[in-house]
Every structure is written in structure tokens, then in C-alpha cells.
């Protein structure tokens, strides 16, 4: 085959190269060799024993033209339909931008160009993780290529210049024929990623799929492959998750309706159907991103989408897994509810809880933020209407409101009115309607901004 070197991973002598190149069509191979080449030579691979110079004048043309048929081939023509409105109309709708966004992930990935994937640690982000990560699997059995891919775990809702750096750092060690790819699923859209935005940007092309409403002063939305269906009249129930995995139905027809769904159960989407297949999925996820180390071992910091398949393989660990997070749920909520405070809201009642109260030091699971969540519905179980959970925890606010009390109040106005009144005293404050979170800079300040919360809510 003759093509060109589109990637090399430096290695001490020579590297490992992808060779793109055509051979029937556009084709690329991973190829070791102690011989050193430069990115973009042509280049004769006979068999896999020889690595040559070549010199077709016009190979890269060649091969670029290829690229392109090829991308064309793949593109599955039809929009990806559930049999649900409004979450079908929505997807029609970023259809294109979708298409336009995988041209571009398809490019990078036959290319061998790094990949890196960024998925926020909680069952939306992860179950979108996971379809996109079938759905390259599925590609890869049907054509062949030598992907590059990366997948990292994003703790928290920013992307600062720390991630910026980290996933600078990640490609290094790689040359290519074009900028590395960068792919955001499920956090980031609030201005406390501008710093890495602007640090990632002249390195990586980005493509950005979230579904957080987006907050003043973002720069993201400026990202050519900014997607986010708050800007094509949906909201946050149409999940990062599924954005993810409708964009990966751009290019595989592969079956991860099980994940869409642990993603809708994880964000409390009203898509959610917790009767259907997803529900353990959405706890495993949410297990193993908030504790590692527990789930997986010692000192692990990151799961990978193959780290997940392994687990949902492994009936055993699986459901040894799952009594885990239920057993340990159910302790954390007994005790929550055991030490909250009620306060009046003016219709509604607040109930607040110190995560210090019930954390415990051998398990990082449940995170606050799950917690939360999962407290509220408790309470609106226990037949309280109309509930406000807020949970306290370090420099954090974690706030919930039940579906009720939704209609009439949106946490996004509290958080607004707090980052106003306190300005620099709030490092960051976002999430949706339902769900939010104000970060503070300096812990000690909480106790006052809990009882301004609380007396504007009055
Ligand atoms: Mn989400």
C-alpha cells in the first residue's frame, strides 16, 4: 500500500506510525518501524515487513480524495428517531451540525490524529462516553483503521487550563498530519472554562456536546462545533448522554439505547424510563466514576469506556458492584435524613443537610452531587410536596428542587442573584433548573450566603 504518514507516537528509536494510504479505497494501518520518518512522507508499506520512502508526487491528494469517499460511504443519511417528541424534533433539528461535527471526528479517526475524549464523571457523561465508544468499535469491525483515542474522566464542571494542560500533555508525544482532536461530553458551559478553552483552542479542533444551559460570558458557543440543544428549543432533559450518542448515530447504527437511557435516568431527564432497560447501567456508572479506586483498584484516577464494557461482562463484579451502591446509598440517605433542618420557604419547605454529617472516609460514593438528588427524592417519597434540598459541603452548595416546585422557581435565578450579590466572593455557580450548584471562593463565607439564600426564598 502507499500512502502517507498521517500520526507518529515518538518512540526512543523510530515510533509507531499510521500509515494512511489507498488500497481499494481509502485505508490506514498502524505500522512499527526504527526508521525514522516525518509526518506527511509518502511512503511504500509492502506487506508488514518494509517501511519505504515512496514518491508519488500527488499521494497526498490522492489519499485525501480517498479520505473523503470514505467519510461520504460511512455517513449514515437518515436523522437518528426514537418515537419520542419533543426529543425527536430537537434532534432533527442539530441534525446537521451533528453531521458536520463527525466529518470532522471521522477525519481525525481514520487518520490515526489523538483523540481525546472528555466525559464528565456521572452516569450522563459516562453513558455518552460509552455509546460514542460502541459506536467506534462497531466502525472499527466494519472498515478497519488504527484510531487514536483517549479517554479521559472530568471531575467536576469545568474545563480549566489544568484539563487544557493535562490533555496538552496527553498528546505530546504524538506528531500529525493535523491538529489533535478534542471532544467535550457533558460539562463545561459556564465562563469558568473560558481560561481552558483559550489555552486548548490553538492546539485542538473541538467538538463540544452539552446540554447545561449556558451561563453570560462563555466563550464556548463561539467553538465551531459548539452543540447544545438549549439552542436548537430544547432544554437540559435532552442529555449530554444522548446528544453524545445521536451524534455517534451519525456514523454507526449500533445499539445503545440502554445507555441513552441510563444517561436520562442519571440527570433526572423526563425522558427518563426507569421501567426500561438502563437503570443498572446509570449506577454502575455513577459507582465507579465517583470512587476509582474502590471500584477498580488502588490509586486509579481514570476509567475507560473498556474499563465499563469489562464490568458490564463480568456478571459477577457487576452485581457485586450493584449491591455495593445500594447498600451504601441506603446508609448515606438514612443518615442524611436522620440530620437535616427544615427551614419555611414561602410556599414550599427547604430542607438542608452538612454532607460532612454523613460522609464517610472509606467510600467517595455516593459524590454530593448524586446525593442530593437522590435525598430529595427521598424526601418527596416520605409525602412532602414542593421541596428545596439544599446540601452544604466544603466551599459547595448542592440545590435541588422536586419537579413541583420547578414549575413556578429555577435554580439558575437564585444562582444568578447570588454570583451578583457576592461577585468575586463566588468562584462559579451553574447546573439547571432543577439541579445547581454555587462554588464559593473561600469556605468560611457560606454560612452568609446560605442565610441570604434563605432569606430571599422568605
Ligand atoms: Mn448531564
Redesign the pocket.
Known sequence: MEGIISCIRHRERGGIFVVSGIEGGFKSVEFRSNRSFSVGDSVRLDGIAELEPASGTDLAKSVEEALGKKISSIMRAEVYRKGVEPLDSITGRLWGRLESAARLFLRKLLLGVPIVIRF?N?A??SGGAYSLYLSIKELGERIGFAPNTMWMMNRGVAYSSAEAENDMLATNGYSAIEKPLLVII??GTAAESNSGISSAKGKFDIIWLD??PMTEGFRGTELEHYINPWNFGGD?SY???FLASAFSKTFSAVDTEEYENA?FI??YSTYADTGARGNEASIIFDLVTSDVGMALGGGRMNVTPQEFEAIFANEKKRSELLRYANMRLGEVLDAGIESLRRYKGRDFEIFMLDFEDVRSDESKYPLPGRFSSKLLDRIVASGHGRVMVIVHVGAYLLMRLDKELCKDMSLLDIIAEVKERYGEGIEGGGGHRCAGTIKLRDKRNKRGVINSILGSLK
Open positions: 464528565h456521572d450522563d457523561g457533558d460539562f446540554h447545561h437540559s442529555t449530554a448522554g444517561s442519571g440527570d
